[in-house]
């Protein structure tokens, strides 16, 4: 009879925070979301991506990660940043093309990479509404 091989000392999150990290180039604009985004991020920046131009929705942009964030519009997400703008900025500069990645989370991902983010269930009337970002939140 074989011995199991022993059970890994880190948690699924931490390697997957791990090996998005390394995935993260250094001197490229990556959009960042809640979460485990900010950790991949600072490990990042930390690690081997010094010059990583983190970019937030409320409008940080380059923020230099001495404290982690607690939400994208958190005081850490402007900390020595190198610019500070708001929402239609960042989504504008985006939408133009400057932002070479993006991370953030979703409830639900399909095959094909579309997230969700807004709600589960029917729109209408959902078993769960989520917190979304650009606009999920809309009730309308």
Same mark, same amino acid.
Do not use: W
């Given at each position: 009879?074989? *011995?199991?091989?022993?059970?890994?000392?880190? &948690?699924?999150? =931490? !390697?997957?925070?791990?090996?998005?990290?390394?995935?993260?180039?250094?001197?490229?604009?990556? $959009?960042? +979301?809640?979460?485990?985004?900010?950790?991949?991020?600072?490990?990042?920046? &930390?690690?081997?991506?010094?010059? !990583?131009?983190?970019?937030? =929705?409320?409008?940080?942009?380059?923020? !230099? $990660?001495?404290?982690?964030?607690?939400?994208? +519009?958190?005081?850490?997400?402007?900390?020595?940043?190198?610019?500070?703008?708001?929402?239609?900025?960042?989504?504008?500069?985006?939408?133009?093309?400057?932002? =070479?990645?993006? $991370?953030?989370?979703?409830?639900?991902?399909? %095959?094909?990479?579309?997230?969700?983010?807004?709600?589960? +269930?029917?729109?209408?009337?959902? &078993?769960?509404?989520? %917190?979304?970002?650009?606009?999920? *939140?809309?009730?309308?």
């Amino acid at each position: 009879m074989t *011995n199991p091989a022993p059970a890994p000392d880190y &948690k699924p999150n =931490e !390697l997957l925070i791990c090996t998005a990290a390394r995935l993260m180039t250094d001197n490229c604009t990556v $959009f960042i +979301g809640t979460g485990i985004p900010m950790l991949v991020a600072s490990l990042a920046q &930390k690690m081997h991506a010094r010059n !990583l131009v983190p970019i937030f =929705e409320f409008g940080g942009t380059g923020a !230099l $990660f001495e404290e982690l964030p607690i939400a994208v +519009g958190g005081e850490c997400t402007f900390h020595r940043a190198v610019s500070a703008s708001g929402i239609c900025d960042i989504m504008e500069t985006a939408h133009r093309g400057f932002v =070479e990645y993006g $991370f953030i989370g979703g409830a639900q991902i399909d %095959p094909y990479g579309n997230l969700n983010s807004t709600v589960i +269930g029917d729109h209408d009337h959902p &078993k769960v509404r989520l %917190p979304g970002s650009g606009g999920g *939140n809309d009730v309308g």
